[in-house]
C-alpha cells in the first residue's frame, strides 16, 4: 500500500520515530496498539497502514472515540495521531478535557503550522503574520501553545519537538507509551507542500534547518525574555508525573459500587 | 428486577439498557434527558458497566462509537439541541455500521426552544438529520413500559442490523410515572452482534450484514467513515464502491423493513375516518375513538411504534377504507407529510398541530377536528 503523504513530509519521521520507539520498548510490530484519528494528513499516519487496529473517525472527535475504546479495554495501548487542525483546532476542547481527565493514552500531534490538506489555510496553531490562503494579509492571531495549555490541563506527561529532533522524539514517545496516564507529544513538522512553500521555505531540508534556528530548549527558554521567545520553538519535556488515570479511578468505583448494590 | 415497577419513563429506559446488555453510557446532561445519565451514572457500576459525563454530545457519541468498538453495547441520551450536535457521529456509525442506541427526548425546539416541555419536532431529523444518503431506525415509545420495551428492541435492532438505532421519546412519556412491568429474564429476548470467525477477512461488505469484530483480538480490523471496500480500506476515487456500499447501508434497512416496522392499530379495516399518531400524542387517541362514537363516527386509528423505516403498507391498508385522515402532531406536521406520500392523493389527510408549552392535544380538540373533517369530506 502507497502511503498518501507528500515528498518531505514531516509525517513520514513521525512513523519512522514512532516504529523504532515502540521496537525499542519490544514490541515486534504494532499489533498490540490501537489506534484513532480524525481528520487531516496526520490522522493517515496509522490508519490503515500499521499493522493494528485503527479506528478513523470524523473531524476532531479522536479523542472521545478513543476515550471509549480505553474505558471498555483499559489493557490495550490506545493512541491518537492527529494534526494541529484536528487536536487544537476543531477538536481542542476533547484534548484539554482528556488531560484534565488523565485518561491514559497517547496523543500525537503532527503540528505542521497550517491546514495542510485542505490547501494551506491558517491554523489556530500558525505563526503570526504568516500569509495563507485565508490570510493573504498575513495572520494576525497568535498561535496556541498547545503543550503549555495540555500542561495546564492536567497531562501525565507532554513534551514537545520537532521533526529536526529526531532522537529526542523517538525518546519521548517512549516515554509517553511507558507513561500511565494522559502523555501528549507535540511534534513540529515540517509540510513543504502548503506551508513552505509560501513562506520561502520550499523545500523539506529549508524548513528543517528553520526548525534547527528557531528551537530552543526548554531550560534555555526559562532564561529568555517573553519578548526575545517569540517566533520560537521551546522543545524539551514539559511534564512527566504520575497521578491516579482515568480508567483506573473508574474501575475503583464498580467494585466501591457493587459494595453497595 | 423481574416485577411491577412504579418506574419514570427515563428510570425505565435506564433499566432497560442494563437489561439489554449495554454496559457502557457517555453523555452529557440535558433536560428532558438528564434523569437518564444520572440513573446510569449510579446502576452502570453495579452492574460492571462505565457510565462517563463527556465534554459535550459530539464526545458523547464518539466515546459511544469507540465503545462499541471495543466490544460493549453502548448508549447515548440527549434532547434537540445535542440531537442536532451528535449529527455528524450518527452519519459515522451509520457509514461504519457501527452498532449504538441514541435516545432523544424530545423537547420544544427549534434552538433552546422550551427546554422543559414537551414537542414532536425531530421526527424528520431522525431521519434525515446527517449528510449524505443513508436511512435510519427510529422507534417511537408512548408509555413508560414501551420506554423499557421499546430500548430493548433499540438496541436488538442496532445489534442485528449493525447501525444506529435512535429511541425517539418525548419529554411527557420520559418524565410521567406508570406502572410497569419486567418480565423475567427468559422472556426478554435480547440479541447480540454476529461475530467474525478468526479467518473473516472482511467486516464491511460481501454479506448484507456483516460480522463485526472489536478491536483487540488480531483481526487489524480498519475503520473508516470515508467510502471504503469490504476490508475497511478508503476508496473516494471509485463510483463503483461507493455505491456497492451506501446502497448495501441503505438497502439492508430498506429490504428488512417489514421485519423493523411494528404499530399498533384499531379498526382500520372498517373504519370512515383514521388517526395516525406517535408518542405522547397517541395517548389521546384511545379516548377519542370513544368519543366519535358516541357522535356516530366510526374511527380507526394506527399508532407508530416504528417511525422510521416509515409503515407506507399499513398506512395504504386504512387509506382504502377511510375517506380521511388525521394526523395530529406537537409540531407543524411533519408525519404529516408522510402520510400524504403514501395514501397518493387517494384520501385527504388532515394536519392537527398543537406547539408549545409542553400542552398535549386533548381529546376533546381530536374529536372536533374529526368531527369536523368528517362532515366537510361529505
Redesign the interface.
Known amino acids: 500500500m502507497r502511503l498518501p503523504f507528500c515528498a518531505g513530509c514531516g509525517n513520514l519521521t513521525i512513523i519512522n520515530c514512532f516504529l523504532r520507539a515502540i521496537h525499542e520498548l519490544g514490541y515486534k510490530d504494532p499489533?498490540k496498539f490501537?489506534f484513532?484519528s480524525g481528520i487531516g494528513c496526520a490522522a493517515w499516519i496509522a490508519?490503515?497502514y500499521f499493522?493494528?487496529?485503527?479506528?478513523?473517525?470524523?473531524h476532531?472527535?479522536s479523542?472521545?472515540?478513543?476515550?471509549?475504546?480505553?474505558?471498555?479495554?483499559p489493557?490495550?495501548n490506545v493512541v491518537v495521531f492527529g494534526g494541529d487542525g484536528d487536536l487544537a483546532g476543531i477538536g481542542l476542547?476533547?484534548l484539554i478535557?482528556a488531560a484534565r481527565r488523565n485518561l491514559d493514552i497517547v496523543v500525537v500531534m503532527s503540528n505542521n503550522m497550517i491546514y495542510g490538506m485542505t490547501g494551506g489555510q491558517v491554523a489556530p496553531t500558525t505563526p503570526l503574520k504568516t500569509k495563507t490562503t485565508t490570510t493573504p494579509y498575513g495572520n494576525v492571531e497568535r498561535p496556541f501553545d498547545t503543550t503549555r495549555l495540555v500542561v495546564a490541563a492536567g497531562a501525565s506527561y507532554a513534551a514537545r519537538w520537532t521533526t529536526f529532533h529526531i532522537e529526542q522524539l523517538k525518546e519521548s514517545m517512549k516515554k509517553a507509551i511507558t507513561t500511565k496516564g494522559f502523555a501528549f507529544i507535540e511534534a513540529v513538522s515540517q509540510c513543504p507542500t502548503a506551508f513552505g512553500r509560501r513562506v520561502g521555505l520550499k523545500k523539506a531540508p529549508d524548513i528543517l534547518r528553520w526548525f534547527k534556528e528557531i528551537s530552543v530548549t526548554l531550560q534555555e527558554g526559562e532564561k529568555m525574555a517573553e519578548k526575545d521567545l517569540e517566533g520560537k520553538i521551546v522543545v524539551g519535556e514539559f511534564v512527566h508525573r504520575e497521578f491516579p488515570t482515568?480508567?483506573e479511578t473508574?474501575y475503583e468505583?464498580?467494585k466501591?459500587?457493587?459494595k453497595?448494590? | 428486577m423481574t416485577k411491577n415497577h412504579f418506574w419514570q419513563g427515563n428510570e425505565a429506559c435506564a433499566e432497560a439498557a442494563i437489561t439489554a446488555g449495554c454496559r457502557f453510557f457517555a453523555g452529557y446532561p440535558i433536560t428532558p434527558s438528564s434523569e437518564i445519565v444520572e440513573h446510569l451514572a449510579l446502576r452502570l457500576p453495579q452492574e460492571d458497566g462505565i457510565a462517563i459525563q463527556m465534554e459535550d454530545e459530539l464526545a458523547a457519541l464518539g466515546a459511544v462509537i469507540g465503545a462499541s468498538w471495543a466490544g460493549a453495547k453502548a448508549m447515548t441520551a440527549t434532547s434537540g439541541p445535542g440531537f442536532s450536535l451528535m449529527q455528524e457521529n450518527i452519519g459515522y456509525a451509520f457509514m461504519t455500521e457501527t452498532p449504538c442506541v441514541i435516545v432523544n427526548v424530545q423537547r420544544v425546539g427549534p434552538s433552546t426552544g422550551q427546554a422543559t416541555k414537551c414537542g414532536q419536532g425531530d421526527v424528520m431529523q431522525a431521519r434525515w438529520g446527517t449528510h449524505g444518503d443513508y436511512a435510519s431506525i427510529v422507534l417511537s415509545p408512548n408509555s413508560v413500559q414501551e420506554m423499557f420495551d421499546l430500548t430493548i428492541r433499540a438496541f436488538n435492532l442496532a445489534e442485528k442490523y449493525r447501525t444506529p438505532v435512535i429511541l425517539l421519546a418525548d419529554e411527557i412519556v420520559a418524565h410521567m410515572r406508570e406502572p410497569i412491568t419486567v418480565p423475567p429474564s427468559d422472556k426478554i429476548e435480547i440479541v447480540n452482534r454476529k461475530k467474525p470467525k478468526q479467518t473473516d477477512k472482511t467486516f464491511f461488505g460481501s454479506k448484507e450484514i456483516p460480522p463485526m469484530p472489536s478491536v483487540g483480538q488480531g483481526f487489524n480490523v480498519a475503520v473508516t467513515g470515508s467510502t471504503h471496500n469490504e476490508y475497511g480500506i478508503r476508496y473516494t476515487a471509485d463510483p463503483t464502491v461507493h455505491r456497492r456500499l451506501v446502497e448495501r447501508l441503505v438497502g439492508k434497512i430498506r429490504k428488512n423493513a417489514s421485519k423493523i416496522i411494528e404499530f399498533e392499530d384499531y379498526n382500520i379495516k372498517n373504519c370512515e375516518a383514521g388517526i395516525v399518531s406517535y408518542g405522547c400524542t397517541s395517548r389521546a387517541v384511545y379516548e377519542t375513538v370513544d368519543l366519535a362514537k358516541k357522535k356516530g363516527i366510526n374511527l380507526g386509528f394506527l399508532r407508530l411504534k416504528t417511525v422510521w423505516p416509515f409503515p407506507d403498507d399499513i398506512v395504504q391498508a386504512m387509506a382504502k377504507n377511510a375517506k380521511i385522515v388525521f394526523v395530529p402532531e406537537m409540531n407543524l406536521g411533519q408525519v404529516f407529510y408522510e402520510v400524504e406520500r403514501a395514501v397518493y392523493g387517494r384520501v385527504s389527510v388532515v394536519p392537527i398541530n398543537k406547539i408549545g408549552g409542553g400542552e398535549m392535544i386533548t381529546p376533546e380538540e381530536l374529536l372536533a377536528e374529526v368531527v369536523n373533517g368528517v362532515r366537510n369530506v361529505d
Open positions: 499489533s490501537v484513532c490508519s490503515p499493522k493494528a487496529d485503527s479506528i478513523h473517525v470524523t476532531g472527535r479523542i472521545p472515540v478513543a476515550t471509549g475504546v480505553k474505558l471498555i479495554r489493557d490495550l476542547s476533547h478535557h482515568v480508567p473508574l468505583i464498580m466501591e459500587a457493587k453497595g448494590a
